[in-house]
C-alpha cells in the first residue's frame, strides 16, 4: 500500500478511490479553461471521485519551435489561481527550470516535473523544498526501478509528498509502450503511482511539426492500469480535441469522458475492495 498525500481537499494514495488528475494539454486562453473545469468538476463529483485540475503554461518541449507553448508563466498561473478560487479545485502544472519553482509554488498544489527532466537534481531539490506536493513523470527512457534515486533527490530535502507517473516508455522510432510491470515497480517506493494515459498513447514527432497519438487505445490500457493498481489517473481533455492547440491527437473528447471513467472505477473499487 502507497503512503497518503493530501492535495487539498483530495486524498491521493493508501487504498482511496481513484483520483482523476485532468484538463486541457495547455492552457489555451481563460475561458476554455475554467468552462473545462467546471465540467470537471461537476463529472467528478457525480462519479464520487476526487480531481486536481491540471493546465500547462508553458509546454517547453514541443516538437517545433513554431508549436503553440501556452499562455506563459505569469498568465498562465493567473488563470490556474482563478480555477482554486471560482472552482475550489486543486491544481498542478510543470515547472521547467529552477527559476520558475517559487512562483509556481505560490499558486500551485502540485508541482509537476515533466519526464524529460526527471533527472535534473537541481530542479527536484527545488521543488522539494517548497514543502509542495510533487508529481515526477518517469522519463522515456528510465527504467521503472530508477525513479527511486528521483524520489531519494526529493525526499533529501525532508519533503516525502511524493508521487510518480507513468507516461510510457520509448519504443522504437516516434512510439511508445507501457510496460503495466512498472506501476507495480514504481509503487514498491512507497509513493502514489499515477497513470498517464493520454501521453502514453502519443506518438513523438509522428506528424513530422507536431506529435500524433492514439486516443481509440486509452480506454484500455487505463482499465489495464487500474486492475494492476493505481492511485491516480491522468488524463488530458478537451471539448473538441481536433482544434486543441497541443496533443490533440492523444486528448479525450469530454463527452466521452463519463462513460470511460464508469467503467474504470467499477474495476478500481474491485481492485482496492471498496
Request: glycine fraction near 12%.
Amino acid at each position: 500500500m502507497t503512503r497518503e498525500i493530501e492535495i487539498g481537499n483530495v486524498t491521493l494514495g493508501g487504498d482511496r478511490p481513484l483520483v482523476l488528475f485532468a484538463g486541457p494539454c495547455v492552457i489555451e486562453d481563460e475561458t476554455l479553461t475554467l468552462r473545462v473545469a467546471a465540467f470537471l468538476k461537476e463529472m467528478t463529483a457525480e462519479l464520487g471521485i476526487g480531481l486536481v485540475f491540471k493546465g500547462s503554461y508553458d509546454k517547453a518541449n514541443r516538437t517545433s519551435v513554431t508549436s503553440f507553448r501556452g499562455p506563459g508563466i505569469d498568465e498562465g498561473l493567473r488563470i490556474l489561481a482563478k480555477v482554486k478560487s471560482e472552482l475550489g479545485l486543486p491544481v498542478v502544472s510543470d515547472v521547467h527550470d529552477v527559476s520558475q519553482v517559487a512562483q509556481a509554488a505560490e499558486v500551485l498544489d502540485v508541482i509537476q516535473i515533466p519526464a524529460f527532466l526527471c533527472r535534473q537534481t537541481d530542479l527536484l531539490v527545488a521543488v522539494g523544498e517548497t514543502g509542495k506536493v510533487v508529481n515526477i513523470k518517469k522519463g522515456q527512457f528510465l527504467a521503472p526501478g530508477d525513479m527511486k534515486n528521483a524520489v531519494g533527490k526529493v525526499e533529501s530535502t525532508g519533503n516525502l509528498q511524493i508521487a510518480l507517473t507513468e507516461r510510457g516508455s520509448t519504443f522504437g522510432y516516434n512510439n511508445l509502450v507501457v510496460d503495466m510491470r512498472s506501476l507495480a515497480i514504481m509503487r514498491q517506493t512507497g509513493c502514489p503511482v499515477i497513470f498517464d494515459a493520454t501521453h502514453s498513447v502519443q506518438l513523438p514527432g509522428g506528424e513530422g511539426g507536431s506529435s500524433g497519438g492514439q486516443r481509440e487505445f486509452v480506454g484500455a490500457l487505463s482499465r489495464a492500469a487500474i486492475a494492476v493498481g493505481i492511485d491516480g489517473l491522468f488524463l488530458e481533455v478537451h471539448e473538441d480535441p481536433s482544434v486543441a492547440l497541443c496533443d490533440g491527437p492523444n486528448s479525450l473528447y469530454l463527452s466521452a469522458l463519463k462513460q470511460m471513467l464508469e467503467k474504470i472505477i467499477a474495476i478500481d473499487r474491485i481492485v482496492k475492495g471498496h
